[in-house]
């Protein structure tokens, strides 16, 4: 599998062929890259997220926390907080990489239904299998 936005669409739609059997309900599709402008795609819901550097995935996370109070369900907005800061120079974006992220060029995410979230924990585990992303650490997987 290729390690970029079509292998990740890819091995998405492998995983949904496979797992995804909720009738009458189509799966969450990939956003498009989140270039650290404007708000991040799926900002509401839980899901996965891939960090790009340029066109290779380095890290592939899930974000199906509660959030706070405010931001009931919102895993995705809160989760990637911790990749991004506010460009206080705005030379072009709004926002731009934390330094010890300063590699990334770009974010995607898909977001799940509130009543299927769950599902975005399987999903990060088969894409960090399929990829095995640099800069997964906490999960590798292993030799099949």
Not at 24 to 43: C, K, M, Q, R, V
Not at 55 to 66: C, F, N, Q
Not at 105 to 123: C, E, H, N, Q, V
């Amino acid at each position: 599998m290729i390690n970029n936005e079509e292998g990740l669409k890819a091995a998405t739609s492998d995983f949904f062929k496979l797992f995804w059997s909720i009738n009458n309900i189509e799966p969450p599709a990939w956003s498009s890259h989140w270039l650290f402008d404007g708000t991040i795609p799926n900002h509401d819901k839980r899901g996965c997220y891939a960090l790009f550097e340029d066109e290779k995935i380095i890290y592939i996370g899930v974000a199906i926390g509660k959030s706070n109070q405010k931001y009931q369900g919102h895993g995705l907005g809160d989760r990637l907080k911790n990749y991004w800061k506010v460009d206080k120079e705005k030379k072009m974006k709004q926002y731009k990489p934390r330094d010890n992220w300063k590699e990334v060029t770009s974010i995607m995410t898909i977001g799940f239904d509130k009543d299927y979230y769950f599902i975005a924990a399987a999903l990060e585990i088969y894409l960090i299998h399929k990829f095995n992303p640099s800069r997964n650490k906490n999960y590798k997987p292993t030799q099949d």
